[in-house]
């Protein structure tokens, strides 16, 4: 891995575990039951991604990390709240029925089915309580309102749900390549593409800047899920934390099915030489996003 | 029941029927057996008690009624949104495992265990945005980031969901009446208080007037669970739309269990009372709540 993307990963990584566990910790539910549920699936180690992308797309426009950091600290973390919630979700005996994730037990195996239910929806709830809370930070309330609804709306029945019904529903079935593309959209690309939108948002990007960087999130979210359809196929299961090959297994059209391996591959590194080619007019502000799109690419988790 | 209550709740009824329904098509999910899924459970026929109070709350600051149905209009429907999904999960095999709710076959009987978990899912998600659309509506975007925040508080892992979970780990197992009404209070009547707090939000209800308000939601929130329980006992199946006794079937406390009929039955009167005399400083603009807390009181479903 290049040596600028690992420290820089590193560095927000670290930032992000102390924001989670704060947010987490401060929350308090009567329920110790669920609260552990909720900090099982939350703390266990994932990549952080759309936060990062968050806060990348506000350095971007702020041209520094701190601030931008700061700034969307309670919007990064409930991206990864909703974020956590639909994997609890997905994860289900009802849905895809695993019983790992990121290399520990999902949520339903460690604790039970209801409690698993429960943690997500509480960590979905609890992700808009987290963003309202933001309100004393941001001199434009109108603006929270606006990334709110946004977020509402990529994670919800016209965006990551309806992708996670379509997916269901194409299981074991025939789909062309137009199908999948949409199911990803929804599915992964909505609620990669308003992360990105919601830092910039958050940081008072013009509209201009806001159609380079939407453009730049879309692209990205799609080639985030062919790198994963990919790494269904040539993942390590150890790095992963989960089975490799499951998507085969439960019968599911991926890209490499669709298209095979090597023009897969070709897919990924166009939609990323998209990605990098949306950001040409900005200018070292947009260092961590172009690090993050080689990072979507070269990952092997 | 009092002819006045009757126009009143016919009316309301009427009106959110249709707003509603509006929300839902206008929503458009590309996944139309979600939509499918979540329209099955939103047009059901509830009581719309939740928007109902939070309407009523802002026609007592507001003192008109047309008025304040309007401007409740999104936050009304977002209660509603959120109530059931709630119910749909509380249905689902890994919590209640009910087969009926409001005469008709329960989201994962008339659908799938999946499709129903998403349908709630989606419900939630959309009560968010729902709210966030109604930005330019309100003078002060940022009294509609408190309300969102209010509300997802009250719904979330300290509020409803941990009164869920509450409910869940108390299965089979005798508790006391304290915890009994630490449950009640977290899994049905926070979502109500919230509903009058937020109707009284949305109207600018002054402190006092919110203190007062916050009061009497609370009681009838209490109440109205007080009352459930009563219904499980003595209630008709037919008129409820769902089986009678299911609480013994499934050994959950329950105040007439703990209590015995009578005294719940007093104990039901005296919330009501409570929740009245917490409107003594409002004139007529309280006609509504007051007629609601009566309703509470005499329901048979």
Request: hydrophobic share 40%; proline share 3%; net charge negative.
């Given at each position: 891995?290049?040596?600028?993307?690992?420290?820089?990963?590193?560095?927000c990584h670290?930032?992000?575990?102390d924001?989670?566990?704060?947010?987490?910790?401060?929350?308090?539910?009567p329920?110790?039951?669920?609260?552990a549920?909720m900090?099982?699936?939350?703390?266990?180690g994932?990549?952080?991604?759309?936060?990062?992308?968050?806060?990348?797309?506000?350095?971007?426009?702020?041209e520094?990390?701190?601030?931008?950091?700061e700034?969307?600290?309670?919007?990064a973390?409930?991206?990864?709240l909703?974020?956590?919630?639909?994997l609890?979700?997905?994860?289900?005996?009802a849905?895809d029925?695993?019983?790992?994730?990121?290399?520990?037990p999902?949520?339903?195996?460690?604790?039970?089915?209801?409690?698993?239910?429960?943690?997500?929806?509480?960590?979905?709830?609890?992700a808009f309580?987290c963003?309202a809370?933001?309100?004393?930070k941001h001199?434009?309330?109108?603006?929270?309102?606006?990334i709110?609804?946004?977020?509402?709306?990529s994670?919800?029945?016209?965006?990551?749900?309806?992708?996670?019904?379509?997916?269901?529903?194409?299981e074991?079935?025939?789909?062309?390549r137009?199908?999948?593309?949409t199911?990803?959209?929804?599915?992964?690309?909505?609620?990669?593409?308003?992360s990105v939108?919601?830092?910039?948002l958050?940081a008072?990007?013009?509209?201009?800047?806001?159609?380079?960087?939407?453009?730049?999130?879309?692209?990205?979210?799609?080639?985030?899920?062919?790198?994963?359809?990919?790494?269904?196929?040539?993942?390590?299961?150890?790095?992963?934390?989960?089975?490799?090959?499951?998507?085969?297994?439960s019968?599911?059209?991926t890209?490499?099915?669709?298209l095979?391996?090597?023009?897969?591959?070709?897919?990924?590194?166009?939609?990323?030489l998209?990605?990098?080619?949306?950001?040409?007019?900005?200018?070292?502000?947009?260092?961590?996003?172009?690090l993050?799109?080689s990072?979507?690419?070269?990952?092997?988790?």
């Open positions: 891995m290049n040596p600028d993307l690992a420290t820089y990963l590193a560095q670290q930032w992000m575990e924001a989670l566990k704060e947010c987490l910790v401060r929350m308090s539910s329920s110790p039951r669920l609260q549920a900090f099982h699936s939350l703390m266990a994932g990549k952080r991604l759309r936060p990062v992308l968050c806060m990348a797309a506000a350095e971007t426009i702020l520094n990390r701190l601030d931008a950091m700034m969307c600290r309670e919007v973390c409930s991206l990864e909703i974020h956590t919630y639909s609890i979700h997905d994860d289900l005996p849905m029925n695993d019983d790992l994730r990121r290399g520990i999902t949520c339903h195996r460690a604790f039970d089915e209801g409690t698993a239910i429960l943690a997500g929806d509480a960590l979905l709830t609890f309580e963003m809370s933001s309100k004393h001199k434009n309330p109108g603006l929270l309102i606006e709110i609804g946004e977020i509402a709306r994670a919800g029945p016209r965006g990551m749900v309806a992708g996670q019904m379509l997916d269901l529903a194409s074991g079935r025939k789909i062309e137009e199908e999948l593309e199911l990803h959209k929804l599915k992964t690309a909505a609620l990669i593409e308003v939108k919601s830092g910039a958050l008072g990007a013009s509209p201009r800047q806001m159609q380079s960087l939407s453009l730049y999130g879309s692209l990205l979210g799609l080639a985030f899920q062919v790198t994963d359809d990919l790494l269904d196929v040539t993942g390590d299961p150890l790095e992963m934390g989960k089975a490799a090959g499951s998507d085969a297994q019968q599911k059209a890209y490499p099915s669709l095979g391996l090597e023009a897969t591959q070709s897919l990924a590194s166009e939609l990323i998209g990605a990098l080619d949306s950001l040409k007019d900005f200018g070292t502000g947009a260092d961590s996003l172009r993050l799109a990072y979507v690419l070269e990952r092997r988790k």
